[in-house]
């Protein structure tokens, strides 16, 4: 059974850092693709940041230069470093973990084909 785990604190206020974490098992984690989603009320669930399994790596725009995707197959984990956190990057955030490339699945926007996905965790910023 394939289960992706979110974890990490959930709570900032403007200006401040979070990192969120992701375990799987289930899957051989170093040859899947994985990247992170989120989704604010209201709104449509959104590619946020992909690391493809040989290391391409993108960000949706409106986090260059603020988060940053990693990833550890030793400890099937994947990361989202987030800092300089506004109001507007309050959402649940999803991992997720693909065959394919992820980079592109979440650069065309097919959020349907994606293989696996965590149950999420609620990240607040607040001023």
């Known amino acids: 059974q394939v289960q992706l785990m979110e974890s990490g604190e959930t709570s900032v206020q403007t200006g401040g850092s979070l990192r969120l974490s992701c375990r799987a098992t289930?899957?051989?984690?170093?040859?899947?693709?994985l990247g992170w989603f989120r989704q604010a009320p209201g709104k449509e669930r959104e590619g946020v940041a992909a690391?493809?399994?040989?290391?391409?790596?993108s960000y949706t725009d409106s986090v260059k230069g603020r988060f940053t995707i990693s990833r550890d197959n030793a400890k099937s984990s994947l990361y989202l470093q987030m800092t300089s956190l506004k109001s507007e990057d309050t959402a649940m955030y999803y991992c997720?973990?693909?065959?394919?490339?992820?980079?592109?699945?979440?650069?065309?926007?097919?959020?349907?084909?994606?293989?696996?996905w965590g149950q999420g965790t609620q990240v607040t910023v607040s001023s």
């Open positions: 289930g899957i051989t984690f170093s040859t899947y693709s």
């Open positions: 997720a973990a693909n065959q394919g490339r992820m980079t592109a699945l979440q650069r065309i926007g097919r959020l349907r084909t994606v293989d696996y």
């Open positions: 690391i493809d399994s040989d290391g391409k790596i």
